[in-house]
């Protein structure tokens, strides 16, 4: 009614509460590879310590590379 129909409304969600509807998504779509979905709620795990409350909309392209670097550092030990 009031002419806002398709205005886009972004939702704020931190991220490891958002995690939880990701990993569902995950167990669906790889389904027939069990594996792939456990590794990446393995990998959730971490991601969750690293990102924690932040709102998925502030986390960026340098955040993910500087947890890559991190978590591939953390592999080699």
Known sequence: MSGRDSELRT???P???ATGSFEAWARG???S???SWKRICVSM???KVMF???PISSITRGDI???GAV???RCEV
């Open 11 to 13: 939702q704020i969600e």
């Open 15 to 17: 991220f490891n509460s």
């Open 29 to 31: 779509e790889f389904a």
């Open 33 to 35: 590879h069990p594996n």
């Open 45 to 47: 795990t971490s991601a």
């Open 52 to 54: 924690g409350k932040r």
């Open 65 to 67: 590379e500087d947890y």
């Open 71 to 73: 978590e591939s550092t």
